[in-house]
T-cell receptor, first 114, second 112 residues
Framework: DADVTQTPRNRITKTGKRIMLECSQT?????MYWYRQDPGLGLQLIYY???????NKGEISDGYSVSRQAQAKFSLSLESAIPNQTALYFC?????????????FGPGTRLTVL | GEDVEQSLFLSVREGDSSVINCTYT??????LYWYKQEPGAGLQLLTY?????DMKQDQRLTVLLNKKDKHLSLRIADTQTGDSAIYFC????????????FGRGTSLIVHP
């Protein structure tokens, strides 16, 4: 079984709809992240959480919100989706106790906003 | 802020060596990474190097770091079609809580 899972894997929605993307991990890591990937733009950090009570904005948090429901779960919400939020979204985890802060990525959610 | 730059595409013939280059701006970078993204998948750490090292070799992979010029490279020897993927350079530092800053990714295309 995958260590970092994301649901759904694909989603098509309409402008103005509220969307939630979910991420779960079985690695026991304390840190979790949400990234957005656009072709040719690499990965941009949306939000990150260093533990259940710690939530921080990344470089492109506008239009997004997150919830860390438990150490293993970190969800990303688009309150009112717009077409330029069409992208590939990745959840990642890391463990601050590791010597090198390796990020472990989920398989991604492809979101299309019409 | 920190910036990581890499070229977007590289095409090589199977069996040749591939060299993917990256430059970064943060002089306080502690760790430098190479991640690989295969089609339809998330990123996976390929290798990393500490900023106090010049070179790291791991089987077909060689990482070279020129800290003075802030230049990182990844050499893949005997490139195979299975190496076709997007390769991301990334750096992290204590000032950024070790959250990596990623480059835009280099698409490596290996043709027969």
């Amino acid at each position: 079984d995958a260590d970092v899972t994301q649901t759904p894997r694909n989603r098509i929605t309409k402008t103005g709809k509220r969307i939630m993307l979910e991420c779960s991990q079985t690695k026991g890591h304390d840190r979790m992240y949400w990234y957005r990937q656009d072709p040719g733009l690499g990965l941009q950090l949306i939000y990150y959480s260093f533990d259940v009570k710690d939530i921080n904005k990344g470089e492109i948090s506008d239009g997004y919100s997150v919830s860390r429901q438990a150490q293993a779960k970190f969800s990303l919400s688009l309150e009112s989706a717009i077409p330029n939020q069409t992208a590939l979204y990745f959840c990642a985890t890391s463990d601050h106790r590791e010597e090198v802060d390796t990020q472990y990525f989920g398989p991604g959610t492809r979101l299309t906003v019409l | 802020g920190e910036d990581v730059e890499q070229s977007l595409f590289l095409s090589v013939r199977e069996g040749d060596s591939s060299v993917i280059n990256c430059t970064y701006t943060d002089s306080s970078s502690t760790y430098l990474y190479w991640y690989k993204q295969e089609p339809g998948a998330g990123l996976q750490l390929l290798t990393y190097i500490f900023s106090n090292m010049d070179m790291k070799q791991d089987q077909r992979l060689t990482v070279l770091l020129n800290k003075k010029d802030k230049h990182l490279s990844l050499r893949i020897a005997d490139t195979q079609t299975g190496d076709s993927a997007i390769y991301f350079c990334a750096e992290s530092a204590s000032g950024g809580s070790y959250i990596p800053t990623f480059g835009r990714g280099t698409s490596l295309i290996v043709h027969p």
